[in-house]
């Protein structure tokens, strides 16, 4: 799994680990995902032809916001000895799922896909309580 040497709980805003991601460093929570963006790092290039003056496209390479994170998560990447913790709601409320370490291409489990307001990535403890766990799929 890819997942299982990252340094952080990595979120997607589409499905199959697609569009742009949000890193949760462990043992971090974020208690409303709307106050942070998905980032993509690659070539991004406004419509028209280039400047015919100096020949410059209009593209931009390099990192660039992909909106807030808040009811947009799809897929997510969680290290090892990890979960990463999803809630409905903001402030940890609502319905609540655990996602154990693993790659998982789809978040439609739990609570539904685009449904996280906030989350938790939680490591070296395994969940308490009545919680959701999903296992990544074999």
């Not at 808040?70 to 999803?86: H, K, N």
């Not at 402030?91 to 693993?102: I, L, P, S």
Request: with cysteine; hydrophobic share 35%; aromatic share 10%.
């Amino acid at each position: 799994s890819n997942a299982y040497a990252l340094d952080a709980c990595r979120v997607f805003r589409d499905s199959n680990f697609e569009g742009g991601f949000l890193d949760i460093a462990k043992n971090t929570s974020l208690p409303d995902l709307g106050a942070y963006n998905f980032q993509w790092n690659g070539r991004i290039c406004s419509s028209g032809p280039s400047d015919p003056e100096s020949g410059v496209s209009r593209c931009k390479t390099g990192w660039h916001s992909m909106g807030r994170a808040v009811d947009e998560v799809s897929s997510v990447q969680v290290p090892r000895g990890c979960y990463l913790y999803l809630h409905e709601h903001t402030g940890y409320n609502g319905a609540v799922a655990a996602w154990e370490a693993g790659d998982h291409p789809e978040v439609y489990v739990g609570i539904p896909n685009d449904a996280a307001s906030s989350a938790r990535c939680s490591c070296g403890a395994p969940p308490v309580g009545e919680i959701v766990i999903i296992h990544p799929p074999r």
